[in-house]
């Protein structure tokens, strides 16, 4: 069964720095995008930033500059380096992944990150 799991969230003074990883394991062929999204109290999940297969990456406007995604060489994990952290980043922090073929997605847990102003 294919499992991502999220490490790094924690508590950080606003301007400070995380760095969020996911490792994927199971059996899945073929991966065409890597994302991660994050969900705050009382909103919609929204994606914050995705790579695919090529190394393109995407950011949401309101991390641009701020965040960077990026994978390991065998592309088993999934990192999320976060700078000049906001209290408005403060959220549940998700990575997905979605699979070749049919475009299904696999999401991980979750991991707080909470930015303190």
């Known amino acids: 069964q294919v499992q991502l799991v999220e490490s790094g969230g924690g508590l950080v003074q606003a301007g400070g720095s995380l760095r969020l990883s996911c490792v994927v394991s199971?059996?899945?062929?073929?991966?065409?995008?890597m994302h991660w999204y994050r969900q705050a109290p009382g909103k919609q999940r929204e994606l914050v930033a995705r790579i695919n297969s090529g190394g393109t990456t995407n950011y949401a406007d309101s991390v641009k500059g701020r965040f960077t995604i990026s994978t390991n060489n065998a592309k088993n994990t999934v990192y999320l380096q976060m700078n000049s952290l906001k209290p408005e980043d403060t959220a549940v922090y998700y990575c997905?992944?979605?699979?070749?073929?049919?475009?299904?997605?696999?999401w991980g847990q979750g991991t707080q990150v909470t930015v303190s102003s």
């Open positions: 997905a992944i979605t699979r070749g073929g049919d475009g299904y997605i696999y």
């Open positions: 199971g059996d899945i062929f073929v991966i065409n995008l």
